[in-house]
């Protein structure tokens, strides 16, 4: 079974510029979390869908960052424009909904590594 | 706020002994619990986990412990190995909601 999939690995940009990273989760899997881990911290929850729809994007830093999963597949994470903080790797994660509810593991992509200059 | 902490940023322990690691949490709305490691230029891979209706959960070398009135989890790993040489997170949540809350993390450091 494939994984999750994450393009691209590393990416460095200077600030004010755009970026966008696109994740491919596992076939299936239809919850997609994108997260943000900054160097010496725990992975923080950026956005999460369900299918194509959003159940929480509470933390979503929403005057720069955007997050679409068209067709409930694919995603991509978009930061326009990038600040010097933004630096961090910017994890993507699927999982299963469990039938008759529960809690199932998350299966997490390589991620991506940005550089904000 | 920080909801779920590891307050050893780093642990080093010999081959072939116990690692302990643990995580606090701050929520008792908080039912269940996981374990990921974490190689670097990898992402989080799921280790073990633990349902609050249990306070014991073993596989294999493995075994997560829950304390719910102190609202505290330890991962042991017995015996340890050089290839466990890692960064741990704890993960909480609350069933039903898939959403997930790490602590910032444990490098445990397995020496040969």
């Not at chain 1, 994740?23 to 900054?38: E, F, R």
């Not at chain 1, 933004?86 to 593991?105: H, I, K, M, Q």
């Not at chain 2, 986990?49 to 991962?75: C, M, P, Q, W, Y």
């Amino acid at each position: 079974e494939a994984g999750v999939a994450q393009s691209p690995r590393y990416k460095i940009i200077e600030k004010r510029q755009s970026v966008a990273f696109w994740c491919n989760p596992i076939s299936g899997h239809a919850t997609l979390y994108w997260y943000q881990q900054i160097l010496g911290q725990g992975p923080k929850l950026l956005i999460q869908f369900q299918n194509n729809g959003v159940v929480d994007d509470s933390q979503l830093p929403k005057d720069r960052f955007s997050a679409e999963r068209l067709k409930g597949v694919d995603s991509t994470l978009k930061i326009q424009p990038a600040k010097l903080e933004d630096s961090a790797v910017y994890l993507c994660a699927s999982s299963l909904v469990p039938e008759g509810g529960g809690n199932n593991e998350q299966f997490f992509g390589p991620g991506t590594r940005l550089t904000v200059l | 706020d920080q909801q779920v902490k590891q307050n050893s940023p780093s642990l080093s322990v010999q081959e072939g002994r116990i690692s302990i690691l643990n995580c606090d949490y701050t929520n008792s709305m908080f039912d269940y619990f996981l374990w990921y490691k974490k190689y670097p230029a990898e992402g989080p891979t799921f280790l073990i986990s633990i349902s609050s209706i249990k306070d014991k959960n073993e596989d294999g070398r493995f075994t997560v412990f829950l304390n719910k009135s102190a609202k505290h989890l330890s991962l042991h790993i017995v015996p340890s190995q050089p290839g466990d040489s890692a960064v741990y997170f704890c993960a909480v949540t609350t069933v039903g909601t898939y959403k997930y809350i790490f602590g910032t993390g444990t490098r445990l450091k397995v020496l040969a």
